[in-house]
Nanobody
């Protein structure tokens, strides 16, 4: 049984930092890209960042470039999203995801119905 389990969400003031972790289990993810999406209240779920499991290519949404950093630890089957300089508009439920695509950029452009695995989500709230 494949599981993606997120942790690390919470409440932080604007300008602060949070670190989200995603523990992946149940299969090998070679050939996959792993990443993070988010969904704010009343809005559609959107891509945030992705990393190819093997090869490590990385891709970010324009809204988080320069503030967020995604990384993977293949030995621990973990994907981390370090979020700095947080803004109130970053408030959302953040989801870990895995897709059988060749590049991290593909994860940001494919229809979300093609994302094969999703975590349960973790809430991030940024107060002004």
């Amino acid at each position: 049984q494949v599981q993606l389990v997120e942790s690390g969400g919470g409440l932080v003031q604007a300008g602060g930092s949070l670190r989200l972790s995603c523990d992946a289990s149940g299969r090998t993810f070679s050939g996959y890209a792993m990443g993070w999406f988010r969904q704010a209240p009343g809005k559609e779920r959107e891509f945030v960042a992705g990393v190819r499991w093997i090869g490590g290519t990385i891709y970010y949404a324009d809204s988080v470039k320069g503030r967020f950093t995604i990384s993977s630890d293949n030995a621990k089957n973990t994907v981390v999203l370090q979020m700095n300089s947080l803004k109130p508009e970053d408030t959302a439920v953040y989801y870990c995801a895995a897709a059988p695509v060749g590049t991290a950029q593909s994860m940001g452009v494919i229809p979300q119905r093609l994302i094969e695995y999703w975590g349960q989500g973790t809430q991030v709230t940024v107060s002004s």
